[in-house]
């Protein structure tokens, strides 16, 4: 199996030695994703607008590496505050709908840029018979 290094224009530039993705075999792994603009590298405004721009962000390096969000297995969410999990969670199920992945949630500290809001993704590849399209 060969491992590929994907890369987008379409979700912010990594901020440290690190990829947006990596593919191997039928797996794709995605590194966190902040709600930053990819366009102006500005972290949006308020939780809300945060988690919608990772979650576009996501989908973007999602579709670069060949997979979608419909494809995702995995997700670990990073949160500042945990009193944030309830809208967390409305915002993010209106991106997965019925095809909810497994999930870990964690409260943290601090997050890079001091961003309200992180994922990470493991996701199946087109290759793989999972039904790929929009979340």
Do not use: W
């Amino acid at each position: 199996m060969t491992r590929q290094t994907v890369n987008t224009d379409n979700a912010p530039r990594a901020i440290g030695p690190y990829s947006q993705a990596v593919r191997f075999g039928d797996l794709v792994f995605c590194s966190g994703q902040l709600g930053l603009d990819p366009s102006s590298g500005a972290l949006a405004d308020g939780l809300d607008a945060q988690v919608r721009q990772a979650l576009r962000n996501l989908d973007a390096v999602l579709t670069a590496a060949g997979s979608a969000l419909s494809a995702v297995l995995k997700t670990t969410v990073f949160l500042a505050s945990m009193d944030d999990f309830v809208d967390v969670n409305e915002i993010y199920s209106s991106y997965f709908g019925e095809s909810v992945p497994a999930r870990s949630a964690v409260a943290v500290k601090t997050l890079p840029k001091k961003a309200l809001f992180e994922i990470e993704a493991i996701a199946a590849t087109s290759s793989d018979p999972v039904r790929h399209g929009r979340g």
